[in-house]
């Protein structure tokens, strides 16, 4: 009974087309090569002990405040402000002070500071978003995720959009 089984299952294998490794192509072929018997030599390995150092890693929370940090700092245009001497701020002819330069492709560095922090709390509130739909089954807490996740979005988009607006020199509100 158990002969047949092999058998089925042996011509099974040879009906099917590419079925065969390589090992037993080879096989085949070359008997003097491998012969009746085909060993994979072990290799032993010294076991060595290796000291590690008992240094506590920092938790993961840091290492997102970090990433924030340098999404920030380059959010600022950092590599602008330092290879290129960009004043802080600017003025007018009359000695008031100038928060947005004129021309779409310059800045001051308070202007790309503002935007940074601007853009950042568009990211906090879509980060909010993201934690509403963890309270799913406590409503009033996702309710309140959404809302001021929301209001963050909202309030950062219309204050970016009027930097943008101000910077092309055209009026704020076309009423």
């Known amino acids: 009974m158990q002969e047949e089984r092999r058998n089925k299952t ?36 010294p076991k060595l002990r290796i000291t590690r150092m008992g240094i506590p890693l920092p938790g993961k929370s840091l290492a997102v405040i970090g990433v924030y940090i340098i999404l920030f700092l380059l959010q ?28 779409i492709n310059e800045s ?20 909010l978003l993201y934690q509403a739909s963890k309270f799913v089954y406590n409503k009033s807490v996702a309710v309140r995720y959404l809302a001021v996740g929301i209001l963050l979005i909202l309030a950062s988009f219309i204050t970016l ?14 009423v």
């Open 76 to 103: 600022t245009g950092i590599v602008y402000l330092v290879f290129r001497d960009v004043p802080a701020l600017g003025s007018y002819p009359d000695g008031s002070p100038r928060f947005l330069y004129p021309n």
């Open 108 to 127: 001051f560095i308070i202007e790309g500071v503002v935007a940074s922090i601007f853009i950042f709390m568009c990211s906090s509130g879509f980060i």
């Open 161 to 174: 959009q009027a930097m943008i607006t101000i910077k092309l020199g055209q009026k704020l509100f076309n």
């Open 10 to 45: 042996k011509a099974a294998k040879d009906e099917v087309l590419g079925s065969e490794t390589v090992f037993e192509k080879i096989r085949g072929r070359t008997p003097w090569v491998f012969g009746n018997a085909f060993r994979k030599p072990k290799i032993l390995f």
